[in-house]
Structures are given as C-alpha cells and as structure tokens.
C-alpha cells in the first residue's frame, strides 16, 4: 500500500458491509483454523467484488500490515484463484465471512476443497512416481555413505509423499504449518494420524531408513488399491531395495 492510510479488521469488515459491490468476504490462515491463531496473527481477507462492477475499496488493493492483509478481485478471479495453485489449500479452508450470492463463496470454497476424479487420479501417478524416486535416492545415496544427501532426499519425499496421500483422498495437500491440524481434524481414510506423523517426525530428523521403508510399503498398498500399480511396477528390480 502507498498513500493510503492502514485499517483495522473491524473497521474494514463495516466498510465492506456498506459497498454493495462486494459480494464476498473470506477469511483464510491461521484466523480461519480454529486453535491456530496467536497474538501476532494477522487476518488474511479476500475481498471479491460482482464481475464488472466498480468499489471504492479497491483504494486497498496491496493493504498489507501487522493486522490486515487484503487482497481484493472479482468473482471470476476468485473461483479461478489456487485452481491450480498454491492458495487452493487456504481457500479449501477459508471461512466465509459474508456471502451476498445466497452460499455461492461458500460453494465456491468447497469446490476447492476437492479435485475432481480425473485431476486426482493424474496428480496421484505424478506425486507416486516423484515419491519412489526420492525415496530409492535416499536409500542408495544412505548405502553408499552419502549421509548428507540421503537425508535431502528423505526429506524431499516427504513432501512428495504429503502431495501423493492428500490427492489420493482428492484434497489440496495442506502447508505444513497446518499438518497436524489437518489430519487431526479430518484423518486421511486408512491411515493412523499418530503413526503416520511418528514416520514423518523421524524421517524429517534423521533420513531414518527402516522407516522410510516400513512407510514406502504402506503407501505402495494403498497406491495400488487405488489403481496405480502401473506406476510402481515401472521400477522394476529397484522396488526390493525400497520394501522392507
């Protein structure tokens, strides 16, 4: 922002409220997860003006302070926004603070909430692939005593791995930050949270091989149970060193 002048979240919310322009209010980050918000949580708005129509407001577009960051756009810019993208898994869970077109934000939200089948299915034999391949890295780079990069790449799985589970239940994969929260609230069907978690904590610290095996082979049943076999069975030879 240049000139104009910052704005509390209370204050901007009432400006809103009155300009009939805007159709949509939706709040994302740790505000908008119950539990996650702390003094020095700021408030992520979206501010989603009716297509073609004009707003005063837009004197804010680029507000950004220790209280209030906006970011202000029109109802086609904001069903477009995180498809695909980064922001898809602080959209999936906003939450709507004023919806003027009878739960169409609302609806607009859930539908980023879930992939559509065909875009799962795709998104799931990339991230499975990507994942194999880090984790085939790490075992051999930890076999030919190359500490260092074995545990790069046991970390680079990880996030493979997160992208891969989250797809396959047709979910945007949450920031880490937002982890824990995610799957304590809303489990990955078929899998522990505490477990799966426990793998993760112990791989991030130490590339711990017998893990990343224990929970390759954990992932390998549920990637073929869900059709991509095809994937797995490409590696040929290489998945025994995988496997426990």
Same mark, same amino acid.
């Given at each position: 922002? !240049?000139?104009?002048?910052?704005?509390? =979240? &209370?204050?901007?919310?009432?400006?809103?409220?009155?300009?009939?322009?805007?159709?949509?209010?939706?709040?994302?980050?740790?505000?908008?997860?119950?539990?996650?918000?702390?003094?020095?949580?700021?408030?992520?708005? =979206?501010?989603?003006?009716? +297509?073609? #129509? !004009?707003?005063?407001?837009?004197?804010?577009?680029?507000? *950004?302070?220790?209280?209030?960051?906006?970011?202000?756009? %029109?109802?086609?810019?904001?069903?477009?926004?995180?498809?695909?993208?980064?922001?898809?898994?602080?959209?999936?869970?906003?939450?709507?603070?004023?919806?003027?077109?009878?739960?169409?934000?609302?609806?607009?939200?859930?539908?980023?909430?879930?992939? &559509?089948?065909?875009?799962?299915?795709?998104?799931?034999?990339?991230?499975?692939?990507?994942?194999? /391949?880090?984790?085939?890295?790490?075992?051999? /780079?930890?076999? &030919?005593?190359?500490?260092?990069?074995?545990?790069?790449?046991? !970390?680079?799985?990880?996030?493979?791995? @997160?992208? @891969?589970?989250?797809?396959?239940?047709?979910?945007? *994969?949450? =920031? /880490?930050?937002? @982890? #824990?929260?995610?799957? !304590?609230?809303?489990?990955?069907?078929?899998? +522990?949270?505490?477990?799966?978690?426990?793998?993760?904590?112990?791989? %991030?610290?130490?590339?711990?091989?017998? $893990?990343?095996?224990?929970?390759?082979?954990?992932?390998? $049943?549920?990637?073929? %149970?869900?059709?991509?076999?095809?994937?797995?069975?490409?590696?040929?030879? +290489?998945?025994?060193?995988? *496997?426990?």
């Amino acid at each position: 922002m !240049t000139a104009q002048a910052p704005i509390a =979240y &209370d204050a901007f919310i009432d400006l809103a409220a009155d300009d009939s322009a805007v159709v949509g209010l939706v709040l994302k980050g740790s505000q908008a997860h119950e539990g996650m918000a702390t003094q020095r949580s700021d408030h992520d708005l =979206y501010v989603v003006l009716a +297509d073609g #129509e !004009t707003s005063g407001l837009t004197r804010f577009t680029g507000h *950004r302070t220790s209280e209030l960051d906006l970011v202000i756009m %029109s109802l086609a810019e904001f069903r477009a926004a995180g498809m695909p993208g980064f922001e898809r898994y602080a959209l999936a869970r906003g939450q709507v603070v004023l919806d003027r077109l009878d739960g169409a934000i609302a609806q607009i939200l859930a539908d980023k909430a879930r992939l &559509d089948a065909d875009e799962a299915f795709q998104g799931a034999e990339e991230w499975l692939d990507a994942y194999a /391949n880090s984790v085939y890295r790490s075992i051999k /780079n930890h076999r &030919d005593g190359q500490a260092l990069a074995a545990r790069l790449d046991a !970390t680079a799985a990880i996030g493979f791995l @997160l992208e @891969l589970l989250f797809t396959l239940d047709r979910r945007p *994969r949450p =920031y /880490n930050k937002y @982890l #824990e929260w995610e799957l !304590t609230r809303f489990p990955l069907p078929g899998w +522990d949270t505490g477990m799966l978690l426990d793998c993760l904590d112990r791989i %991030s610290g130490t590339g711990d091989i017998p $893990t990343q095996r224990r929970l390759f082979a954990r992932t390998e $049943t549920a990637a073929r %149970s869900a059709g991509h076999g095809a994937v797995l069975d490409a590696w040929g030879e +290489d998945l025994h060193l995988m *496997r426990p």
